[in-house]
């Protein structure tokens, strides 16, 4: 397999690991997620020089098909990728085989086997295997043990395991899993991925912190007053019902992509780059992360559900309304939450995190608003001096910008607010990469950084628990509020800010 030409300003901004002779193995491949995600991102690597030639790619799901069918129907999903890349999806494709799987099934654990030998010969990726989970979650434990009877994660330098999200239900069921995952295989070979870790912007959060003397002395409780993460989406449920149902919005988006934010965030320094340094230092915020009222987190919690929206040429239904949505439906939508850091660095500096569906826009970003001068001596021209704020933007339009007060021009001396701006797309002259890119490249190269640890996911859990034991006891205690589609949520989620006298940001 040759390697395609690519963009020069790409290879002179990126100094990228070569990853070694590989064999992916996917389960669930029959999927939406193979279709739409893994296989894109195998194939923007492929064109940016970063998978080996000897490198495969092995489909498993129950359903008949042949190796043939698999490539059709992958390029059939990857139309518009393949358009101007024909050669390089010829090349690409070549390296993808399907075998109708089973794992249950310790005859079709024998055929995997095998298949997985004979692509060794064929592909020469010489034992190296990365097996993922695209799976129903309640697969992954079985999956596991089914791996670990057949002999195929014995050695730990050259296999390992990606599990989707979501990893558990609750701080039970998660310790349960890990249990059972760590008993298969060593810590790690498990790769726990969130496709959030995988952003540029979220990874730049650290050396924004790390790499610049100016940002970190003020990083802290004593020129920090609040900070707000959120992660907004316009759409709806869409075709995820069945899932959504049983989930909802704390444990979709909230336990893992805000808590990870929450985690970069607001971390210690690591003592040096290095994965399990990192991961410590996020395990330890998350540890001593807390609801702001544990005994009763009504009073730091906002569930809400979309209602009715659009106009009349284009209206929008209400979740109850969607396929498949139970007509009595208490699944939230939406959520709002207070929290606080019980340690040196962030003690009494409130974090607030949202999360919704059919917002009004469709963003995710971290905006770190800083304490006011002691004195104001200057009159504003919004009345009072607007306190400086630093908005990192995890998407879209990647990047960040600086809010802060200058002199407005004329006479006199009335300040004003302005913005300085950084964008990805201007200052690098292409878009970053897709979060999956990313962390299909680390987990084939065995880097965890960007990875969630058990006790990570353990401890995020934990954090969340007064909730969930709160929704199964006694739910009528945390209400769902109402908001119409295409706007930002219920009025109680302002009112929970308006508590601590401020306003959610609203771009």
């Known amino acids: ?84 890349h024909s050669l390089e999806w010829a090349q690409f494709s070549s390296g993808l085989f399907y075998e109708s799987i089973d794992l249950q099934r310790s005859e079709d654990l024998l055929k995997l086997g095998t298949r997985l030998e004979e692509i060794d010969r064929i592909r020469a990726t010489h034992g190296n295997r990365t097996f993922y989970f695209s799976v129903s979650p309640k697969f992954y434990g079985s999956g596991c043990r089914a791996l670990a009877s057949a002999g195929l994660l014995n050695d730990p330098k050259r296999s390992r395991i990606v599990i989707e999200k979501p990893f558990g239900r609750d701080y039970g069921s998660a310790q349960a899993l890990n249990q059972l995952v760590q008993s298969c295989g060593k810590e790690s070979q498990i790769y726990r991925i969130d496709h959030y870790l995988g952003k540029e912007t979220v990874q730049n959060i650290l050396v924004l912190r790390f790499a610049n003397a100016i940002f970190e002395p003020i990083w802290n409780r004593n020129y920090i007053s609040s900070i707000q993460i959120t992660a907004a989406e316009t759409v709806g449920v869409e075709d995820r019902a069945g899932y959504y149902e049983s989930a909802g919005a704390l444990r979709d988006m909230v336990q893992n992509h805000l808590t990870q934010m929450l985690a970069i965030t607001a971390m210690e320094p690591p003592g040096h780059f290095d994965p399990e340094a990192i991961r410590n230092e996020k395990a330890k915020v998350l540890q001593v992360a807390r609801l702001a009222d544990e005994a009763e987190p009504w009073n730091c919690c906002v569930r809400g559900q979309y209602g009715k929206g659009g106009s009349l040429k284009d209206p929008i239904l209400a979740y109850k309304d969607e396929p498949g949505v139970d007509a009595n439906s208490t699944t939230e939508t939406y959520v709002a939450l207070k929290l606080f850091i019980d340690n040196w660095r962030w003690q009494g500096v409130p974090f607030y995190m949202r999360t919704g569906k059919r917002l009004a826009k469709r963003l995710s970003e971290v905006v770190l608003t800083f304490r006011e001068a002691p004195v104001h001596l200057f009159d504003s021209a919004g009345g009072s001096p607007t306190a400086n704020q630093l908005i990192l933007r995890i998407q879209p339009n990647e990047g960040a910008e600086f809010h802060f007060e200058v002199k407005s021009p004329g006479s006199g001396m009335r300040s004003r607010p302005v913005e300085m701006d950084f964008s990805y797309d201007e200052s690098f002259g292409e878009p970053s990469d897709e979060g999956y890119v990313r962390l299909l490249a680390d987990a084939m190269l065995g880097d965890p950084t960007l990875f969630t640890r058990g006790d990570e996911v353990e401890a995020a859990w934990r954090l969340y628990t007064p909730i969930l034991e709160l929704l199964e006891n006694n739910p009528w205690q945390l209400p769902i509020h109402k908001y119409e589609s295409r706007t930002w949520g219920p009025a109680e989620s302002d009112a929970l800010l308006a508590k601590d006298r401020l306003l959610w940001r609203r771009p």
């Open 1 to 84: 397999m040759s390697n395609p030409t690519t963009n020069p300003l790409r290879v002179g901004l990126r100094q990228e690991r070569v990853i070694a002779p590989q064999c992916l193995i996917i389960f669930g491949a029959s999927g939406d997620l193979t279709q739409r995600k893994l296989v894109p991102a195998l194939f923007e690597l492929y064109k940016q020089r970063r998978l080996p030639s000897e490198f495969a790619l092995l489909g498993c799901a129950r359903r008949p098909w042949s190796d043939e069918e698999f490539r059709n129907r992958m390029a059939n999903a990857l139309k518009k990728e393949i358009a101007n």
